[in-house]
């Protein structure tokens, strides 16, 4: 169903601090269903490989290392309009900037360290979806 999945990942540090439920809890009032979920922990060159993209920016060797520094649950979720409705409900990178009552204003500390990850389009979603799980984890 193209359009209708996204891709999400609860950054370690939310992990840490015990907010796993109250995040999920949000995802679930935002209107998104739950697909596939799963608790694991990346190594700083799998956490290097999802973050390609970002290889030349300053802070990816920060960025790699507090992506592995600690469990993180990754997540496919679904409902219509699924990568714009998701990154409206987490709100901006920065904190400072996120909306009220976006999962960011509520649960990130910094632009680095802001709770959640969502796919920036339906192709980049389905390439980090296929970076957890396989086709039978999907429900
Ligand atoms: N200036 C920065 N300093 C430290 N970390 C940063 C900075 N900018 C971005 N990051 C980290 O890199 C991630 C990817 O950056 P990007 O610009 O793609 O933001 P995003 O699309 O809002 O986030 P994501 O891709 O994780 O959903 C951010 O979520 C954040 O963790």
Known sequence: MAGNRTFSMIKPHAVADNHIGGILKLMEE??????????TQLSAQQAGKFYEVHS??????ELCEMMSAGPIVALILEKENAVADFRKLIGATDPAEA???????????????????????????????????SGFERY
């Open 30 to 39: 935002g209107g998104f269903r739950i697909v596939a979920m799963k608790k």
């Open 56 to 61: 030349e920016r300053p802070f990816y060797g």
């Open 99 to 133: 909306e009220p009552g976006t999962i960011r204003s509520i649960y990130a500390k910094s632009k680095g360290e802001n709770a959640v990850h969502g796919s920036d389009s339906d192709e980049n979603a389905a390439i980090e979806s296929a970076f957890f799980f």
